[in-house]
């Protein structure tokens, strides 16, 4: 007999001038590859409607995607911020902590690990070269395909990434320009890139409760083992 496959929620994004939803296909088949069941999630901010919708769900995925507005960590939208999203983040804040206070796996990849951060509590940089003007930082908008690896990232033991890929330094893709700032209650650093920015976090007291700055659903194709992460997310999930 067939054991039931766990169903992912994955978050879309959202393209407001032709009011159409959409998702890069890397999530899905990341998803289906790991043993999952993925479940495109519909865009609301409709709370109970959210509520039931989680409930239903094994994991949550919180994809890549825009910026978050500054209003949630309480600061103005500075002019080197990019385009906001505000229906994403509502549901998706709303939802990252429906997650993580009912101890459902979820896993935030760049954008979904900084509202991870954001809805518990932390906050980001809205542009880190901005904001952390005189320091030497790596490039992390790479001129270079999407699935490419431009830096290594320094993982600490005893992690769930460090459990997922069992090395403690991987080399990963960058494409992003906010990153987490002030860590929020609840959470750690689990790993770093050279320059000190924060890689990815997770929750200390939830099953699953993981955020990446990385792109791991561009990157399996090319290099199976980030297809780890999503295994180990999945595997949480049954």
């Not at 409607?49 to 507005?69: C, E, H, P, Q, W």
């Not at 199976?224 to 999503?230: N, V, Y």
Request: hydrophobic share 35%; net charge negative.
């Amino acid at each position: 007999m067939t054991s039931r496959k766990p169903i992912i929620g994955i978050t879309p994004g959202i393209d407001y001038g032709e009011n159409k939803l959409y998702i890069n296909n890397g999530y899905m088949e990341a998803i289906r590859l790991a043993g999952g069941l993925p479940v495109l999630l519909p865009l609301t901010d409709d709370v109970e409607f959210l509520k039931n919708t989680i409930a239903r769900f094994d994991g949550i995925l919180l994809s890549g995607g825009s910026d978050v507005d500054a209003k949630y960590w309480g600061e103005p939208n500075y002019t080197y911020g990019g385009e906001i999203s505000p229906l994403r983040d509502e549901m998706e804040i709303f939802t990252a902590k429906e997650a993580i206070a009912s101890d459902k796996p979820i896993l935030g990849i760049c954008r979904g690990c900084q509202v991870m951060n954001i809805a518990l509590g932390g906050t980001i940089y809205q542009d880190i070269y901005e904001e952390q003007k005189g320091k030497l930082l790596y490039k992390h908008s790479q001129n270079a395909p999407k699935w490419y690896p431009t830096h290594e990232i320094y993982i600490e033991k005893d992690t769930k990434v460090f459990k997922a890929h069992k090395e403690e330094i991987i080399r990963v893709n960058s494409f992003h320009h906010q990153a987490i700032k002030d860590v929020a209650p609840g959470f750690i650093v689990s790993s770093r890139c050279g320059d000190g920015i924060i890689e990815s976090i997770e929750h200390t007291s939830c099953k699953f409760a993981v955020g990446v700055q990385w792109h791991p659903e561009v990157m399996w194709e090319k290099d199976a083992t980030h297809l780890k992460l999503f295994i180990k997310f999945v595997s949480s999930c049954q």
